[in-house]
């Protein structure tokens, strides 16, 4: 059976894992106000290397989505929605869309919300939508 990968917990992505399973979705922030995800060692836009984790509200705006009908590996549960949701404060997130019942339509902007999702001793930023919260 293949094993479904585990994230990485080095010095640039373990932050972010670690609040995630302490229930807080972050994201970097460098001193200038630029926010951007994926993490880099420096600011994309000013590169400055001396950005932090900042907090983040968890919700956004479906932007993308499809509807997973055959597993990659063994023993994952079909179907499931992945998902790109535009978060409220500029960034973009790939995840995966929770708690959504079979043939129920999606559109693009429907709002969601954070759900975090943990797995061991580790967590996924997942999203469902608000109005089923």
Same mark, same amino acid.
């Given at each position: 059976?293949?094993? /479904?990968?585990? *994230?990485?917990?080095?010095?640039?992505?373990?932050?972010?894992?670690?609040?995630?399973?302490?229930?807080? $979705?972050?994201? =970097?922030? %460098?001193?200038?106000?630029?926010?951007?995800?994926?993490?880099?060692?420096? %600011?994309?836009? %000013? /590169?400055?290397?001396?950005?932090?984790?900042?907090?983040?509200?968890?919700?956004?705006?479906?932007?993308?989505?499809?509807?997973?009908?055959?597993?990659?590996?063994?023993?994952?549960?079909? =179907?499931?929605? &992945?998902?790109?949701?535009?978060?409220?404060?500029?960034?973009?997130?790939?995840?995966?869309?929770?708690?959504?019942? =079979?043939?129920?339509? /999606? $559109?693009?902007?429907?709002?969601?919300? /954070?759900? &975090?999702?943990?797995?061991?001793?580790?967590? $996924? *930023?997942?999203?469902? $939508?608000?109005?089923?919260?």
């Amino acid at each position: 059976m293949t094993e /479904l990968p585990v *994230p990485v917990f080095d010095d640039l992505w373990g932050p972010f894992w670690k609040e995630l399973v302490d229930g807080r $979705l972050t994201m =970097p922030l %460098c001193p200038n106000g630029h926010r951007f995800f994926v993490p880099e060692p420096v %600011c994309p836009t %000013c /590169l400055s290397a001396t950005w932090s984790w900042s907090p983040a509200a968890g919700r956004g705006s479906l932007y993308s989505w499809s509807v997973v009908h055959r597993a990659p590996v063994a023993d994952v549960a079909t =179907p499931y929605v &992945i998902a790109v949701v535009d978060l409220d404060e500029g960034w973009t997130l790939m995840t995966h869309l929770v708690d959504v019942a =079979p043939g129920r339509p /999606l $559109l693009a902007g429907d709002r969601v919300a /954070l759900r &975090i999702t943990h797995r061991g001793g580790w967590a $996924l *930023p997942t999203f469902a $939508l608000e109005e089923d919260q």
